[in-house]
C-alpha cells in the first residue's frame, strides 16, 4: 500500500525549533516529488514548498522561503519540514503529500502548536 | 505569482443537484489544475488532474473541465457524502498554490 506516515502531534513555545517528518512506503520514493502543505486553524490549504527526494532538490513558495527548512533522507524514505524559531502564527495542521499527478497521496497530518 | 480565486466561496445544494464551481486564475495554467476535497479532520483528497482526468476511484459523477485561466468541477448528482470543502490548485510552475476553496452545504 503507498502511504505517507507523519510524524506525531507537537507542542512547542515560541523561539523554540522544531522538525516533523514525513515517511514514504510503498512506492519509488526517489521517482516523485513531495509537498508540504499548511493549514492553518479553519483556513484553507496554502502550499508551502517541494523536495525532490533523489538528490534533494528543493523548491519553495516565496511566503515561505527563509522561514522553513525542506530536507529528505532518501536512505530512510523519509522528508522533513523544520523551523529553527517557531512563532505563534505558525500553529497549524501541516500536510505532507506525493505529486504524481496531482498531490495523489497524502498523509495523515502532522498537528504543531506553539504556545507561551 | 498567478493567483487562483474559486466561487462561490459557499454552495448550497440538496443532495442530488447538481453543483458547479468555478476557479479562475490571474495567468494561464494551461490544464496543469487540480481538484481536491476535504471533509472535516481529514486530509485533502484528489479528485481530478490535469483539469479534466478523474483520479484512480473518483466516481464518474465528479467531472472537470476547462483549460487555461477558466475551470469548472462538476458534481452531477450530490450524495450525502459529497459535503465538503473543495480546492482547486495550479501546478503549472514551481510556486504551486491553492484557491481559496468552496464549502458545499446541504440547502
Known amino acids: 500500500e503507498v502511504q505517507l506516515v507523519q510524524s506525531g502531534a507537537e507542542v512547542r513555545k515560541p523561539g523554540e525549533s522544531l522538525k516533523i517528518s514525513c515517511k514514504g512506503s510503498g512506492y519509488s520514493f526517489t521517482s516523485y516529488w513531495i509537498a508540504w502543505v499548511r493549514q492553518m486553524p479553519g483556513k484553507g490549504l496554502e502550499w508551502m514548498g517541494i523536495?525532490?527526494?533523489?538528490?534533494?532538490?528543493?523548491r519553495y513558495s516565496p511566503s515561505f522561503q527563509g522561514q522553513v527548512t525542506i530536507s529528505a533522507d532518501k536512505s530512510i524514505t523519509t522528508t522533513y519540514l523544520q523551523w529553527s524559531s517557531l512563532k505563534a502564527s505558525d500553529t497549524a495542521m501541516y500536510f505532507c503529500?506525493?505529486?504524481?499527478?496531482?498531490?495523489?497521496?497524502w498523509g495523515q497530518g502532522t498537528t504543531v502548536t506553539v504556545s507561551s | 505569482e498567478i493567483v487562483l480565486t474559486q466561487s462561490p466561496a459557499t454552495l448550497s445544494v440538496s443532495p442530488g443537484e447538481r453543483a458547479t464551481l468555478s476557479c479562475r486564475a490571474s495567468?494561464?495554467?494551461?490544464?496543469?489544475l487540480a481538484w481536491y476535497q476535504q471533509k472535516p479532520g481529514q486530509a485533502p483528497r484528489l479528485l481530478i488532474y490535469?483539469?479534466?482526468t478523474r483520479a484512480t476511484g473518483i466516481p464518474a459523477r465528479f467531472s472537470g473541465s476547462g483549460s487555461g485561466t477558466e475551470f469548472t468541477l462538476t458534481i452531477s448528482s450530490l450524495q450525502s457524502e459529497d459535503f465538503a470543502v473543495y480546492y482547486c490548485?495550479?501546478?503549472?510552475?514551481?510556486?504551486?498554490?491553492f484557491g481559496q476553496g468552496t464549502k458545499v452545504e446541504t440547502k
Open positions: 503529500a506525493r505529486h504524481g499527478s496531482g498531490l495523489d497521496v
Open positions: 495567468q494561464s495554467v494551461s490544464s496543469n
Open positions: 523536495i525532490y527526494p533523489a538528490d534533494s532538490d528543493t
Open positions: 490548485q495550479r501546478y503549472n510552475d514551481w510556486t504551486w498554490t
Open positions: 490535469g483539469a479534466s
